[in-house]
């Protein structure tokens, strides 16, 4: 059997692992994240993007969507306002799972709907960057 291809897509902010607000999105930065699930899961073959420009977030979907086997996708605020994202993940024939570090039912009512969520696989939420796992562990079993 072929290693699986991933991508682990990081939208707005994301960037700001380990600096913007660690009490919710906890201390750890993004390589460090990224270092990690490529320690857990060697049998899978992990790239990765970040990117807080929405049209760039829509071409990585579209490229990778259409060659990876799935996308583990945290698309940070857009999850909230973006129709063309979630065009985007209806159109490519990956499987697409949304993940949240933090819960986003226990915060504010504007981050409680995600509009790119209805559009994926699963959404999962609450985990810190365990989601991350969870989401990779599942793409992965068929």
Do not use: W
């Not at 049998?43 to 490229?63: P, R």
């Not at 990778?64 to 979630?86: E, K, Q």
Request: proline share 3%; with cysteine; net charge negative.
């Amino acid at each position: 059997m072929s290693k699986q291809n991933i991508l682990i897509l990081n939208g707005p902010n994301l960037n700001m692992l380990g600096v913007r607000e660690p009490g919710v999105y906890g201390e750890n930065s993004l390589l460090s994240l990224i270092t990690d699930l490529k320690t857990t899961f060697p049998d899978v073959v992990i790239s990765d993007h970040q990117s807080n420009v929405e049209g760039e977030l829509i071409s990585l979907i579209q490229d990778f969507g259409m060659r990876y086997d799935g996308i583990v996708f945290n698309p940070g605020g857009f999850s909230h306002t973006s129709v063309a994202i979630r065009d985007a993940v209806s159109s490519v024939s990956a499987r697409v799972i949304e993940v949240h570090i933090s819960n986003i039912h226990a915060r504010e009512e504007f981050r409680r709907i995600t509009i790119v969520g209805g559009a994926c696989e699963a959404v999962i939420s609450g985990f810190g960057v365990r989601g991350y796992e969870i989401a990779i562990e599942h793409l992965i079993k068929l």
